[in-house]
């Protein structure tokens, strides 16, 4: 206990989440540990696992608390995350919450806060590589349209980055992962942190607050 960095980033989609987490692990040799990119995997290798999650994934719903404490199980016992850990996308719920609590000790919860007015715009427009590089059309464009600026890969844009689906999804934010953040609040270990602006003013106020 203390000695592995246990840290959750917790934000309505579109908030930031993952392009924070990965900084965070390039800086502090953290595990980044995305529920979201450990299903789109299963999903895309056909498992198991992929193919009982991927009707709640295509509706913009959640995915069962027991598949996905499970998932979470395996990578947390990963060598990667032996110094610790980033969670992006995880809790989401309370359960998932409580099986967390039970496992590992949790230092920080940064709650990156967008207003849903901009929600809309940074989830329709986002663009993903295979290799998980993240664009958008308008705020981080690639070089060359459509193709990722690393790996030369085309982009695509995830099924459920329309507009029909935020709304489940953000509806899903407030009734199931508000009442995590309670939570976390009521152990005192919460900092908020304003996600609105470039990538790299949210970086630094992350980095302000840990
Ligand atoms: P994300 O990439 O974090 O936006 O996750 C994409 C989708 O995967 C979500 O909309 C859910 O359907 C599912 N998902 C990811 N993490 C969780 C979780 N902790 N609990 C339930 N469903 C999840």
Known sequence: MGERK?????GAPGSGKGTQAKRLKDQFGLAHISTGD???AAVAAG????????????EGGLVPDSLVIDLLRLA?????AAAGFILDGF???LPQAEALDAAVAIDKVIDIQVPFSLIEERITGRRMSPSGHVYHVKYSPPKVEGVCDVTGEALYQRSDDTA?????RLSKFEQETRPV???????????AVDGVGEPDEVYARILAVL
């Open 47 to 58: 498992s198991e696992l992929g193919r009982k999650a991927k009707g709640y994934m295509d």
């Open 76 to 80: 947390l016992d990963g060598p990667e």
């Open 38 to 40: 450990l299903l789109r």
């Open 181 to 191: 953040i309670a939570r976390y609040q009521s152990k005192g270990i919460v900092v």
């Open 164 to 168: 029909e689906k935020v709304r489940s």
């Open 6 to 10: 246990g840290l959750i980033l917790i």
């Open 91 to 93: 809790p989401r719920t």
